[in-house]
């Protein structure tokens, strides 16, 4: 029977790294590259370290259920509201695009958060397009919690354009 003998490789210490690499010539690139590599880590570390301090610290609540649980209808007079008051007679030849898909969301989602669903994610979503020999299917999933999640979603047409706004109400333990 053949003995085996396990080899223990270790590997080298960073201070012995940085030892080996200090001893090669003055005209090499090694050290610039340990110099870069030094000043990386240092900062990425203190850049975690700040990041850190800079959270609340809330004391755990123990809460397994919202005070008020998301309500689609409040939710959905609220898209409501803002993509009318928003879009109006706009025509689709004059929006700016992504830029208006965007104000419309956070537009949304300010006005939602003004309910006050505590511990809730809101997620908005909204899309445009015109409305001119479009045929348009949206589709979404996502894994949740059936007992506390929904969702609300309402769909603007005027004479040029559509627009389909949703928001996701995702309850955080």
Avoid: H
């Avoid at 090499?28 to 110099?35: G, K, N, W």
């Avoid at 590599?37 to 370290?49: H, P």
């Avoid at 994610?121 to 949206?138: A, D, E, M, Q, R």
């Amino acid at each position: 029977m053949a003995k085996v003998v396990k080899s223990t490789t270790t590997r080298p210490r960073m201070g012995t790294l940085t030892r080996a690499l200090s001893t090669l010539s003055a005209g090499s690139s090694l050290p610039l590259r340990r110099a870069r590599l030094e000043s990386s880590t240092t900062s990425a570390a203190s850049e975690a370290s700040d990041d850190l301090e800079f959270r609340e610290k809330v004391p755990p609540t123990y809460q397994l259920e919202p005070a008020k649980k998301f309500s689609q209808t409040q939710v959905k007079t609220v898209i409501q509201s803002v993509l009318e008051n928003k879009l109006g007679e706009v025509r689709y030849e004059d929006t700016p695009g992504g830029t208006m898909a965007k104000s419309l969301a956070d537009a949304i989602t300010k006005e939602v958060k003004k309910i006050g669903f505590d511990r809730y994610k809101i997620v908005c979503t909204v899309s445009f397009g015109p409305l001119k020999n479009s045929s348009v299917k949206y589709v979404s999933r996502c894994v949740w919690n059936p007992q506390f999640d929904n969702f609300a979603e309402y769909t603007y047409r005027n004479k040029s354009l559509y627009c389909v706004g949703t928001v996701y109400g995702v309850y955080m333990e």
